[in-house]
């Protein structure tokens, strides 16, 4: 089942990461045509996200959150409240192009903080296959539901329910749902 890719209220708004990308490049001192060069998209793709106008995939916000050396979580999280509540199906969702999988950011690290928590949704298929993140990156998934290969993408590990894993997320790895309706936690730690 294919998924829409529009954007709606339950999705990182446009407007959000648009913000976002010229905040951080800006602060960066790049210039588009560089950030893409870096990125490996399009300087037309980078032009239309940053004015809010495009659609992007989580391999092309992970790309540029790599060129642009910040946490990939920055480029969807916008300012919150003190108590936060996020109820089961909202959140700032982004799907794959190369899997039926979906990473909802939960909270974003704070100032002084170094993690991002994600609750992660995948149906069976070819998995998400992730480049390597900044250096140091670490994740660790803890298994809600269904069945899954995590972990490196040389060398996965099958998650039940209630498992853990870590491994560094600086190579390149994977997160393949073996059963329909598998969940999970995921918590990007940056060193």
């Known amino acids: 089942m294919e998924r829409t890719r529009a954007m709606d209220s ?18 960066a ?6 950030v893409a060069k870096r990125a490996g998209v399009a300087k037309s793709t980078l032009s239309q996200l940053e004015s809010g106008t495009g659609n992007p995939s989580v391999e092309t916000l992970w790309a540029l959150a790599v060129a642009l050396d910040t946490p990939f979580a920055a480029l969807l999280d916008p300012p919150r409240p003190k108590v936060q ?8 969702a ?10 909802t950011l939960v909270a974003s ?11 992660i949704v995948a ?15 670490v994740e660790h998934v803890i298994l809600a539901s269904g069945r ?14 209630g498992d853990y894993v870590a491994y560094p997320g600086d190579l390149p790895h994977l997160f393949q749902a073996l059963e329909e309706n598998t969940s999970a936690t995921l918590v990007s730690e940056h060193v």
């Open 10 to 27: 339950t999705r990182a708004p446009l407007d959000v990461i648009a913000a976002s990308l010229r905040r951080h490049r800006a602060r």
């Open 148 to 161: 899954a290969l995590v972990g490196p993408q040389d060398d996965p590990v099958e998650l039940n329910p």
């Open 85 to 92: 509540i996020i109820r089961a199906g909202e959140g700032p």
């Open 109 to 119: 690290s704070p100032p002084n903080a170094r993690r991002d928590l994600y609750r």
């Open 29 to 34: 001192g790049l210039s588009l045509t560089e």
């Open 123 to 137: 149906s069976p298929g070819p998995g998400r296959k992730s480049d390597p993140h900044m250096p140091g990156v």
């Open 94 to 103: 982004i799907y794959s192009d190369q899997a039926d999988y979906s990473a």
